[in-house]
């Protein structure tokens, strides 16, 4: 079962460091998507890579699954096939502390000398050109970048799934959310095959399996608490470890 994945996404999917500074990609759509493997009785096959690259690999066919706490955005839909909603997420407008006083609210954000961001790709974007219109708008191709991007400076505010800024909340305290963001097509989906509907059918079957047993809320417990831990979110070097901290590149 391959399943492509974007991890810069805690506590969706991430890289969870052991002791020594070693990665193991963690994460609630992990621990999913090895249990659907396992009812399937395949072996699971996850590919990382950025979450723009996603869309077009689902567009090519080249995947089972796509799980990166996907959002069941419409136009979505010529390239891939949707689950069930496996997971209640809402989005959020974040800034730093330093900032907090500049958003008051939604409105607030629709100001031409903000410069705000969104990861490439995502419906965050969407939002961003909905509700700050008038703000110059960025798209960052990491979660990792945007936080990165606030810390030093270079951004004033994002948008971001709001599970994704608790946690990284938890690492870096210096982050505020200012508010919830409406979106009409909230919680999240697998993406499957195209027209595969066999696999559809045996995923959603695994899905509901997983959370009517109470098993998916207890891997969402513990990505959540592994997410407070030592992480590293974006793609591995080569030699499969975490590359430099973003914040020192974002100096260069
Ligand atoms: N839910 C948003 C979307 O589907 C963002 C998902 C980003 N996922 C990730 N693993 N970085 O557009």
Redesign the pocket.
Known sequence: LTVI??P??AP??FYALDANGDPTLAGFDMALAQYIADYLELTLEVVPMD?NGILGEMQNGTADLAM????P?EERKAAMDFTDIYYGGKQAFITVSGKADLFTDLASTNNSEYTIAA?TG???NDLAAEYSPNAELVNLTK?TDIIAELISGQIDGAYI?WDVAVAYKANYPELTIVCEVPYEDDG?IIGVNKGNADLLKYVNEALNKCIDSGEFAKFVDAAQELASGDTYEGMLGEDGKPTEAPEEEAGE
């Open positions: 994945t974007s810069d996404y969706y999917e979450f990166a706490g996907l959002s955005d990861q995502t419906i965050q979660a799934e999240n």
